[in-house]
């Protein structure tokens, strides 16, 4: 079935460095979605990408959707203690949605 | 968006036993979705609840062992039967959002300790 591939799997960066998460599909996307996870906490939405080639912002966060509609991306600038948790991709199949595995951001102070 | 309310937040059970999880959303809702999230691990389907029909169980799933019930549209529960310390993990609820940004709301999840 459908699945997504997220990399990397981890990274550590130091305070204030950029990070970028990538997320794969092998078929075409009707949308893609980004969720993050705190430390013990539940994932929580943070935005749902649709048209091909699509970007979008939040504050520090940039999100993009490839052409094909067969790949994203979020990259954060500037990293702040905030940002530790895992970004997880997830796109839509059938009436449910496939979450990535995951990257987990480890902020270095 | 819609807020679940899910509990208990965390439990730890004996083998052989069952937990009931409970969720309920402050809105009306068509369908629910249950998800189990082992530690350092994805979030993994479970299954997807309707009102009014048997819940819809994803490969690997069976009812036997996670007995789902959807009484009416802003509530489910999930049951973990005859559990074995491989179901210790963390167990989620959620629903889809329509109203305002599209996307997924959560739960805040049951954390199942099974020894």
């Known amino acids: 079935g459908q699945q997504v591939m997220q990399i990397p799997q981890y990274q550590h960066v130091q305070e204030g460095e950029d990070f970028t998460t990538y997320c794969n599909s092998s078929?075409?996307?009707?949308?893609i979605q980004w969720y993050k996870q705190r430390p013990g906490g539940h994932p929580v939405f943070l935005i749902q990408?649709?048209?091909?080639?699509e970007v979008k912002k939040q504050k520090r966060l940039t999100f993009q959707f490839g052409e094909a509609k067969k790949n994203s991306s979020l990259h954060i600038t500037a990293t702040q203690t905030t940002d530790v948790g895992t970004y997880f991709c997830?796109?839509?199949?059938?009436?449910?949605?496939?979450f990535g595995k995951g990257t987990r951001l480890h902020i270095l102070p | 968006s819609a807020v679940i309310s899910q509990k208990p937040s965390r439990d730890i059970c004996q083998r052989g036993t069952s937990l009931t999880i409970q969720c309920q959303v402050d809105?009306?809702?068509?369908?629910m979705f249950w998800y189990r999230q082992q530690p350092g691990q994805s979030l993994t389907l479970i299954a997807t609840?309707?009102?009014?029909?048997?819940?819809?169980?994803e490969s690997g799933f069976v009812i036997d062992k996670f007995p789902i019930s959807r009484p009416n549209l802003t509530f489910s529960t999930l049951t973990v039967s005859n559990m074995s310390p491989e179901d210790s993990s963390i167990y989620l609820c959620?629903?889809?959002?329509?109203?305002?940004?599209?996307?997924?709301?959560f739960g805040s999840g049951t954390r199942l300790t099974v020894v």
């Open positions: 959620s629903v889809e959002v329509w109203d305002g940004p599209y996307g997924y709301t």
């Open positions: 078929t075409t996307l009707s949308n």
């Open positions: 990408l649709v048209k091909s080639g």
């Open positions: 997830a796109a839509n199949r059938d009436d449910k949605i496939i």
């Open positions: 809105s009306q809702v068509t369908m």
């Open positions: 609840a309707n009102q009014g029909s048997e819940a819809t169980y």
